[in-house]
């Protein structure tokens, strides 16, 4: 994604999570409700695991 980036966090026992699309304007937040194949959607994306702090400092309003 040239113009950003998405954060998710994923609660893999309630499948519920938090994404975070971090661009030039800023960080924009939403929480989604997930399915038991999120997992495997996201890996088939090619979405990679990454330190959870970096999503912390974002929803956290630490970073923009």
């Not at 938090?18 to 979405?47: C, H, P, S």
């Amino acid at each position: 994604m040239p113009n950003g980036k998405i954060l998710l966090r994923v609660n893999p026992i309630q499948f519920k999570g938090t994404e975070i699309w971090v661009n030039k304007q800023g960080a924009e937040m939403r929480t989604l409700e997930l399915d038991a194949d999120i997992f495997e959607d996201l890996k088939l994306d090619g979405f990679v695991e990454v330190n959870p702090m970096e999503f912390n400092l974002y929803l956290s309003g630490l970073l923009e």
